[in-house]
């Protein structure tokens, strides 16, 4: 019954429960970081024992337990590179939420329940390899979402829950009519995603069917133009909840654009190339030039999640295998730098109680740990060498242009002039509000973080610079699925 | 012959048994308003009532030529009707105490129960209508049972008369049916009822009776007004068992004999189930009152349960059965803090629920429990009863319907969030006190609770609801 990949639901599952019985508020804070970090070294020794094993399959450790019979839905566990990449981002991003949200007081167990009802979906989420499972795990993390802006965020924070719940779920809506008309119109009658790649979706019903599933994911991960839950969302939200919601929520919909849409209706994605570059173009394009119009820091980096997140689609729609690594390490960059820079930002304002640029200035001085963790999450956003984000949006570009045609390039061209926008706002945020003159009297004496915020930026610091340095890590790991998928693709613009 | 008599129709026998007995007690005015001697007789009687829940009659086998059928998968829809009833029962015993016709309250909701399990044993038309005529005038009169409120007794003259309407209709199209086919044999109308013009009048009588009794639009006027006057009790056994006896009945009555008609009702559904989700999503928004709220609410779930119907196949049959269950454990779930909260303060209002986390910290999770059940919201049990009814919808084909119907569940998530919003994120001058609930009303809320986390989760219910109905 337990095998390697259920223990990744189970340990925050116990986790939570542990939580449910205790009652002193310290006891469940200490049972939720005790939860984070052993599920982080989990996700390490499960990515330690992936890279050792033989892969003699596409997916490992696959295990099939019956859950409902009479419906053919299987609870179907098993992991490629891309989705054990994507667990070990979660684990971090789960551990840096837990220790930036120690200074919560109000309703703490409830808060620390949600939180891993959330992850417990993300997992869920990334293990499963069955499409009802995965819109299952995906339907889970919505309404702790909800809860967790509603209850604790701050400014319109009730408007801003119910635009991301309602949003989300139509996007739950279409993707759950994509995959009945899979279910039904396929001859196989199953979820099962490996089942489904072998036999191959008809051409015809890819055609109605991955419009539906595609906007329905990307709707996750802020297509435009249904990209407006983000910027209110991200903004009302608690600092980790922020960081749970760019880090982790939106990447669950790049994930299921390309395992459930790209990978299993090739045909389609080829076909609608064109109009997911469009889009993803004018996200990136209008997210960049939203974000210079921010005047709050959460904002600015909601609406530059908006733009950087259309760089994932980017690399999908551009259909070759090197823009495609270029997507999965997007999403894993892009979770691991707006975390940080989500946590930044709480731990700012907490201390000086606003997020104006205008307002702020000289922080650093006073708080040189804070001020520097802000300046390197901007340099990785803006794509400096030696971060993360350069990798993912190099790697996009070089893969972008080597597609054939005016489309294309012009899209590159197009893609890679917001990059200036994204140094624009970002270096001007920084010198106005991180550097430059102290702008009041009391951020002379403020206190810099304390030891949680510190090793939850350190953590994240870590994963950014490793994956900045020694880029081949990833690719290495991802660069067998990767290639499986462009190959689809590959084959059907040859056969053209 | 006689012991037949007594192995298969001992569930209705029982309740009979519990009708005279209660009975006596009236007659003789046993009580006399004494009440350790009726809190003892509530113990006595649910626990009796609970005992039923052991006896599932597994035997199958006629009785009075035909006229009563008995078989595991009649048993089992028995089963949810009476826990379900228990369940309520549970729920409203703080009210039942004060209560000046105790007996008279259990005489009549016995009653309605067992016209309920005679119109799904039914095996002859006439039976079935003797049955709908004991389920419903009982209930009539107990929508009356909150004596000092005025609007209870408008709401208990609504239904009578509205009731009696439907059922006249309805007796017309079974009087049609005698005429073309000559008998009201349900064996023999099976094979003899084909698509000649009276049967298919008869049919839209006979169906618009039943989409009163499920009160889908355009029959649904009388649903809010009733729910509103009535005491919880009866509104949350209106609501739930009420409704899941129709969908029985539908399946094991109504399908089979009008099976050569099936183009023609699966059609009137399709027009039917977008209107009634639609409609009554669109007014559950504007509603204040709780009551009402659920009304319009469980309006637009049948509407769903009706979709599972269209599909006419056994998947969409078996998944209905899955969500009537699920529905049951939801709403009464939801009624079991509401009504507790209405017996102690006597609030009924939605806004009358904002801050109530600050003083009721367990009553607000299992209030959002029930509603993200109802909302169909992972990992509670609506969810599955949700999507593998639409799952059983898209098997019919209508990808529209379905895609509408699927969009649908955003609105209604709009409108459960709210009040999930206004008991965890509002605060308010004077949020509700803290509420007491009874150790029944504990107990019913627990059952109800740990069925809505373990069903979903579990699939073996579907499983074994899936080999009844292919019996």
Known sequence: MIDKLSLLILIPLFTALLMLFAKDKLLIKRIALAGAVLQMFYSILLIVSFINSERSSQFLFVKSISWYKTLNIDFISGIDGISVSMILLTSIVVLAGVLVSWDINERVKDYFLLLSLLSIGAYGFFISLDLFVMFFFLELAVIPKYLLIAIWGSGKKEYSAMKLALLLMTGSALILIGILLIYFRCETQTFNIVKLAEVGIPVELQRISFPLIFTGFGIF??????????????????????????????????????????????????????????????AIFYGAFATLMQKDLKYMNAYS????????????????????????IQMISHGLMTALFFASIGMIYKRTHTRKIDELGGIIKSMPFIGSTFIIA???????????????????????????????????????????????????????AITGKVAKEEFENLKDADFNEKSASVLLIIAILLIGFTPFLLINLINQDTFIISENFFKIITSK | MTLDFFRLMYPELSLILIIFTLLIIKIFDLFKQ???????????????????????????????????????????????????????????????????????????????????????????????????????????????????????????????????????????????????????????????????????????????????????????????????????????????????????????????????????????????IPLTIFIANIFALRQRNIKRFIAFSSIAQAGYILLGLSSNNGLGFASSIFFVIIYLLSNIGFFA???????????????????????????????????????????????????????????????????????????????????????FVDSSQAPLADVKTGLSAKVSLIICLAGIIIIGLNGALLEYITKLINL
């Open chain 1, 378 to 432: 901007g340099l990785c956003s803006l794509g400096l060498p030696g971060f993360s984000g350069f990798v993912a949006e190099m790697t996009i570009f070089i893969g972008a242009w080597q597609n054939e045609g005016m489309f294309y390039k012009v899209s590159t061209i197009i893609a890679c002039a917001s990059i200036v926008i994204t140094a624009v706002y970002i270096l001007r945020a920084s010198a106005k």
């Open chain 2, 337 to 423: 803090v509401v009504s507790a909260v209405s017996d102690s303060m006597g609030k009924e209002e939605i806004d009358d629920y904002k801050g109530f986390y600050k003083n009721n910290k367990k009553l607000s999770w299992a209030l959002a429990i029930s509603l993200f059940s109802l909302a169909g919201i992972p990992p509670t049990a609506g969810f599955f009863g949700k999507i593998f009814l639409i799952t059983a919808g898209a098997a019919t084909n209508h990808i529209l319907l379905i895609a509408f119907v699927a969009l649908n569940m955003v609105i209604s998530l709009f409108y459960y969030l709210n009040i999930v919003k206004k008991v």
């Open chain 1, 221 to 282: 991960t802020a297509l435009f133009p249904f990209h407006t839950w983000v910027p209110d969302g991200h903004s009302s939200a608690p600092t980790a909840a922020s960081m749970f919601l760019a880090g982790i929520s939106m990447k669950l919909g790049g994930y299921g654009c390309l395992r459930a849409a790209a990978y299993l209706m090739p045909q389609a994605t080829v076909e609608y190339s064109k109009i997911i570059v469009l889009l993803s173009v004018i």
């Open chain 1, 305 to 328: 999640s908006v733009s950087h997140c259309g760089f994932i689609l980017l690399g999908i729609g551009m259909l070759n295998h090197t823009s495609i690594n270029g997507a999965v």
């Open chain 2, 34 to 272: 004494n009440q350790s001697l009726i809190s003892f007789f509530n113990a006595i009687f649910n626990f009796y009532f609970a005992s039923l829940l052991f006896s599932i009659n597994i035997n199958s086998g006629e009785l009075f030529n035909g006229m009563y059928i008995s078989s595991s998968k009649f048993a089992f829809e028995k089963l949810i009707l009476t826990s379900g009833t228990l369940l309520i029962l549970l729920n409203s015993a703080v009210w039942l105490k004060n209560h000046k016709h105790l007996p008279e309250f259990y005489l009549l909701l016995v009653s309605s129960l067992l016209g309920m399990q005679y119109m799904i044993s039914s095996g002859n038309f006439l039976m079935f209508y003797l049955g709908l005529e004991l389920a419903s005038i009982p209930l009539a009169a107990l929508v009356n049972f909150d004596l000092e409120k005025k609007k209870s007794s408008e709401a208990a003259m609504k239904m009578i008369l509205l009731s009696a309407f439907a059922s006249g209709i309805m007796l017309f199209g079974i009087s049609l049916i005698y005429g073309t086919s000559g008998s009201l044999d349900f064996d023999i109308l099976q094979t003899s009822i084909n698509a000649n013009k009276l049967n298919i009048i008869a049919l839209i009588f006979i169906f618009s009776g039943f989409a009163f009794k499920i009160s889908a639009v355009p029959f649904h006027f009388w649903t809010a007004d009733v729910y509103e006057g009535a005491p919880f009790a009866i509104t949350a056994f209106l609501s739930t068992i009420s409704k899941a006896v129709i969908v029985f009945v539908f399946i094991s009555v109504l399908s089979p004999i009008f099976n050569n008609l099936q183009f023609l009702w699966s059609n009137l559904l399709l027009i039917i």
